[in-house]
């Protein structure tokens, strides 16, 4: 077996070339503005003759090629044979990158069309040509999207790419054997006291077959006396060591601790692994799109678990992209605008307990919320006649559009924009690590995308809770709070309990029952969560309390449980399953018994628009799907909002209504195949909208279905009266004879 094929070698390699490359980049990125451009490259070329040489050890020829042309470059740099021109750096940022790409193991390898290409523009810049064509790297074959714009090539499987080797200083390695030696000796110490506990149990015996022995022959009380204070002593020694190993016993637990976070942290790495080439993909989308961009990195040594940061670094990279190719102005955008030249995108990292966040910043103009609202007209996302008639999504609502798979703001594509594939990719990485992220926009200073990740994999912090018998780890990211359900506001709409705090209206369903529980049940408390973009209430019988857990899978042969994300052990050696929230959040928002919990959350009464997504309720456009339409009337947002997640399961299409007034409203869009509405609303009651109804063209022979919790003879007879072709109670409430009555009147 050659050197190449040693995997532990060649991780060595891969480690001193990738540090190399990126003292190489830094040093190009600086090196027009340096006072100093011949002290550089000379350090510069040293790093070039390093890779070389460590290349050609393994027999890695065409990095050898590549390292030896650049050394050549820089040798002519170095000696004033060239100048520092800004196409040669360019040339050497490629040569760079084509050098990391034909490393062993790179998750996107470099095709040797490419590879000839920069070598010939290398032998080109040596032979003096001025300028020097850059070429471009291709995808070496794997797939690629753009961050609502961004052209940079993204690895499917991220998460598995590079986290195999980590590069660990020696000083976490002695420190862990240092612990891990304390922890043995632990061992041995409580070992010899287990010894000794036996030893007296022993003693203990035996002197109380002694004392039984002495009772039965009927010995004298000096006997018994002796006897009896014999075992006292023994007690008391039991007592002494027992203490003595509870002591130990707690030393140990500790410093194994320790032994479990220095694990942890050899496969810890700082964000500094994946921001390191972030200066030259602004240099470069910067240079593509005429705008001048600094890039400024905070906290870049705060260190994460190696899989988070691989998992999350395409994320990243999307949004650096995004803020240079979308938030950065040009030049004479910003002069006109009072604003410095040059723009700034900034990339900070914070620890925060036991999570760390990322966030990515630009000063630009921030999120034009107007031309957001138009594209997503444009894309069925909203409807447009609801839009003119003030029913206006709140800019937090317009923003998560944003995250919408095909969802772009550009009507044309170019290399870096247009193609509407990114942001819904850095939510579904961020959010399948455990994370959340956020969008922050001024159109004063710029927009700032907030990533929160959890520091491991391997440790979650969680809520102990007990659903009958059956007790489960709830992750505390994404838990807002617990709730007594004996104190809460709950009320029941349609079927569906939903409970309210701080004036947000949650639903609220049984944990135990969506994690199929069986027995007995008492549900006291309701865990608040927010595990994506929508917030959940889950009832659960107790909260147990609070704790660190190390997470463990459940092996090939149980495999995935649905609606939990790993086990871990308990302290009595059952196994506790730690629940999937976003798994359970997805399904619960899909039942046709309950509402949408991205529904019911942030909508007031007045709330016409999803919370999930930004579109009106239910409104689709009838060429997509081809299904009936139906016009729901109601002002209550609950009873709304589950008289539209019913409709839709049972295949219709849902537009909805706040109140009277926007319904007859809705009688200027095309006609729809039945309206479902309520009596009591503000503006114009139900009775009215049914004879406005009977009066408009085209209207006229549209059937209409009355529900409300008015039920007496008179109003019923009312609302026959007035057109209704079926009338429904609230009271009564059946969401198959909703359905039925539906399918009768629209005859599918």
């Avoid at 032979?127 to 471009?136: E, K, L, N, T």
């Amino acid at each position: 077996m050659g050197w190449a094929d040693d995997p532990e070698l060649v991780a060595t390699f891969r480690a001193e070339v990738e540090d190399r490359l990126a003292s190489l980049r830094d040093g190009l990125l600086g090196l027009e503005a340096h006072r100093s451009p011949r002290q550089v490259i000379e350090s510069l070329f040293r790093d070039a003759h390093t890779v070389k040489g460590s290349a050609r050890m393994l027999g890695l020829d065409s990095v050898v090629t590549l390292a030896h042309r650049a050394e050549d470059l820089l040798g002519m740099l170095r000696d004033g044979r060239l100048g520092v021109r800004r196409d040669l750096v360019d040339l050497l940022l490629v040569t760079s990158e084509a050098i990391g790409r034909s490393l062993p193991g790179a998750d996107r390898p470099v095709s040797s069309t490419s590879l000839a290409e920069v070598v010939a523009a290398l032998d080109s810049a040596l032979a003096g040509a001025d300028p020097v064509a850059i070429p471009r790297l291709g995808d070496g074959g794997d797939a690629g999207v753009d961050l609502d714009g961004d052209d940079d090539v993204v690895s499917v499987s991220a998460a598995g790419r590079a986290g195999e080797h980590v590069r660990v200083p020696t000083r976490r390695v002695h420190g862990l054997l240092d612990v891990v030696g304390e922890a043995e000796l632990d061992v041995r110490r409580m070992q010899r006291q287990a010894q000794q506990t036996s030893a007296l149990i022993a003693e203990h015996q035996q002197l109380v077959r002694g004392l039984r022995q002495a009772v039965l022959r009927g010995a004298g009380e000096s006997e018994v006396s002796d006897a009896v204070t014999s075992m006292v002593a023994v007690a008391d020694r039991l007592q002494a060591v027992s203490r003595d190993l509870r002591s130990r016993s707690e030393d140990a637990l500790q410093r194994l601790a320790r032994v479990r976070d220095g694990a942890m942290g050899l496969a810890m790495v700082p964000v500094r692994r994946v921001v390191a080439g972030f200066p030259a993909l602004v240099r470069e989308i910067a240079t593509s799109t005429g705008k001048d961009v600094e890039l400024v990195t905070v906290g870049a040594e705060v260190e994460l678990d190696v899989r988070v940061l691989d998992g999350v670094a395409d994320a990243l990279r999307h949004l650096v992209t995004n803020a240079v190719d979308h938030g950065c102005e040009t030049p004479g955008e910003r002069a006109l605008a009072g604003k410095p030249r040059r723009a700034t995108v900034t990339v900070s990292a914070r620890q925060a307990g036991s999570t760390v966040v990322i966030e990515v910043a630009d000063d630009g103009s921030g999120i034009d919320d107007d031309r957001l609202r138009d594209a997503a007209v444009r894309a069925g996302l909203l409807d447009g006649a609801a839009v003119a008639a003030a029913a206006q999504p709140s800019s937090s609502s317009l923003h998560r559009l944003l995250f919408e798979p095909g969802f772009s703001t550009r009507t044309d594509v170019t290399e870096t924009s247009g193609r509407g594939v990114g942001l819904d990719v850095v939510r579904t990485s961020v959010e399948a690590l455990g994370g959340t992220v956020e969008v922050a926009n001024d159109p004063r200073a710029g927009t700032r995308f907030v990533l929160t990740l959890p520091v491991t994999l391997g440790v979650v912090r969680c809520l102990i809770v007990r659903c009958g018998q059956e007790r489960y780890g709830v992750p505390l990211p994404g838990v807002l709070e617990t709730v007594s359900l004996a104190d809460a506001d709950v009320h029941d709409v349609g079927g569906a309990l939903v409970v309210v705090r701080h004036d947000e209206t949650v639903p609220l369903a049984d944990l135990g029952v969506a994690l199929g529980v069986v027995g007995s049940r008492n549900a006291r408390v309701a865990v608040l969560a927010r595990p994506s973009g929508a917030a959940l209430a889950w009832s659960v019988d107790e909260v147990v309390g609070e704790r660190e857990v190390v997470v463990t899978s459940l092996g090939g042969f149980l495999g995935a449980v649905p609606g939990t994300s790993g086990a871990t052990i308990d302290d009595d050696g059952t196994v506790l399953l730690l629940v999937d929230l976003r798994e359970l959040a997805s399904r619960f928002a899909g039942a046709t018994s309950l509402p949408s919990s991205a529904d019911v959350l942030d909508d007031g009464p007045d709330a016409g628009v999803d919370t999930d997504g930004g579109r009106p309720r239910g409104q689709r456009r009838a060429s997509e799907t081809g299904r009936p339409r139906v016009l729901v009337v109601e002002d209550s947002v609950g009873v709304r909002e589950l008289q539209r997640t019913i409709l839709e399961a049972a295949g219709y299409d849902v537009i909805t209504a706040v109140d009277g007034l926007d319904g007859a409203a809705r009688l200027q869009q095309p006609v729809v195949d039945l309206v479902l509405s309520d009596v009591e609303m503000p503006g114009m009651d139900g009775f009215t909208l049914t004879r406005t109804i009977r009066k408009t063209r085209g209207w006229e022979n549209v059937p209409v279905v009355i529900m409300t919790s008015r039920g007496d003879d008179a109003d019923k007879r009312a609302g026959l009266d007035a057109g209704a072709d079926a009338y429904l109670l609230k009271s009564e409430f059946d969401q198959h004879a909703l359905v039925d009555t539906v399918r009768r009147l629209v005859g599918r």
